[in-house]
């Protein structure tokens, strides 16, 4: 059973930037499909970003696109969302998912979840 952790949140000025790591353990890393997700307060827990078992395939939402960048590390079971360009609208937790399933959008198609890091940003 896969065990995720995510870890590099805080609080970052408008423009600035972010890399979130994900750690996983107690399953076979290399099998699943990795998903970032998010929730903003009062808000629904929406996509972000997902990468393939290889890492050759990656989709982005359309508000992330082209700032954010998912990648993953096999040999260290880590995925990373490296986020640039922050918006005061990118404030929210940030949750990272897998499955064995790719391409998922839909946070309810996901069978592990991490338990999120806090990305604040300040305008």
């Known amino acids: 059973q896969e065990q995720l952790v995510e870890s590099g949140g805080g609080l970052v000025q408008a423009g600035g930037s972010l890399r979130l790591s994900c750690a996983a353990s107690?399953?076979?890393?290399?099998?699943?499909?990795m998903g970032w997700f998010r929730q903003a307060p009062g808000k629904e827990r929406e996509f972000v970003a997902v990468?393939?078992?290889?890492?050759?395939?990656?989709y982005y939402a359309d508000v992330v696109k082209g700032r954010f960048t998912i990648s993953r590390d096999d040999a260290k079971n880590t995925v990373y969302l490296q986020m640039n360009s922050l918006k005061p609208e990118d404030t929210a937790i940030y949750y990272c998912?897998?499955?064995?399933?790719?391409?998922?959008?839909?946070?309810?198609?996901?069978?592990?979840w991490g338990q999120g890091t806090q990305v604040t940003v300040s305008s």
């Open positions: 998912a897998a499955d064995l399933v790719f391409p998922y959008y839909s946070p309810d198609e996901y069978h592990y």
């Open positions: 107690g399953g076979n890393f290399m099998r699943y499909a």
């Open positions: 990468i393939n078992w290889s890492g050759g395939r990656k």
